[in-house]
């Protein structure tokens, strides 16, 4: 019955939200099935060594794979969980997924490198973060130089000398923290000054802009000297060809992620791959992926 466009465009919204709100009940509701039911799946990312084009690293990248309503990525379901303040309970999940997957792979003979795990701003409100990945790696018998964990600078907002005691506490136990999306939001150099991060991940839209921008090269360029005189090392995410990467690698970046390497895959893939073709060759890089 409504027939003006302002208030058929009020009502749209309102469905809008309706729908939003059903995802989120959807979402909480089900927390538990989609854990206890292996749901959430963890897919892994490779990050590879500029200089040597070899993988270094794998990020860990959480994903809902509903029997019933299909695929959800995190940017779906991790408000809502953190909305919720249970976002603690995916993210441990996540880190006992990660060390089966070391397990795995070391059974198989596939060589290791350290998995990056993220973490939540929240995570450090809702329990004591450093005893419980300590408790489950320690569990595992991997050393802590296998589990980096990935922060945004959003996490030194809430509580900054809380969180300066959980930094030293994780340094101390051996973890590396890096700093994730430098360049998103309100980055600021000052978290730089006041916290200990062992890296700092660019944000992606640096290598969306780069080519557009001599800006952008310059910024990302000098951030680069400045992280080194740190003694701060870097990645560039979101590198999607071999313009952005020659970039970066030329620059002095140490290491890069995106789709010009490797998609995030589920482990199965990982398995698969033919062993010849494990590590990711720099000369050829199309041709040779470490997996996808
Ligand atoms: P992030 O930590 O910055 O992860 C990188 C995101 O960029 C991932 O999105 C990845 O799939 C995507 N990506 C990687 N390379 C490229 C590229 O070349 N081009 C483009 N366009 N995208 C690329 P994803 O998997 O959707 O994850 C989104 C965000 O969700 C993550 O951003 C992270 O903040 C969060 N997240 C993922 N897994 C977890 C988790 O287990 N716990 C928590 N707390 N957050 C998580
Ligand atoms: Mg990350
Ligand atoms: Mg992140
Ligand atoms: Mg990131």
Redesign the pocket.
Known sequence: QVKNNFFSNYYYYDEKLRDLSIKKDYFLSNIDNAIKGEWLE??F?PIIRTASGRVCDE?????WNDPEKGMF???DF?PVL?DARI?HR??LY?VDKVLEYLKEKQRMGIELVPVS????RY?FQLCDMVDEICKRVDASGFSRKFINL?I?ESVTSINPEYIRIQFTRFHEEGFSLWM??FGSGYSSLNVLKDFEFDLM?F??RF?RSFKDSNKSRIILTELIQMAKKLGISTIT????DEEQFRFVRDIGCEKA????FG??NPKKNIFNIDKEKIRFQFENPRETPYYD
């Not at 795990?117 to 939540?120: D, Q, Y």
């Open positions: 963890v897919f990312q990020e860990a990248l959480v994903r990525t995190p940017n991790i953190e976002i995916l993210d996540v795990v993220n973490l939540s995570d990935e945004t994730d999306d991940k944000d992606m290598m995410e979101g590198v999607e992620q995106g789709y010009y998609k995030p």
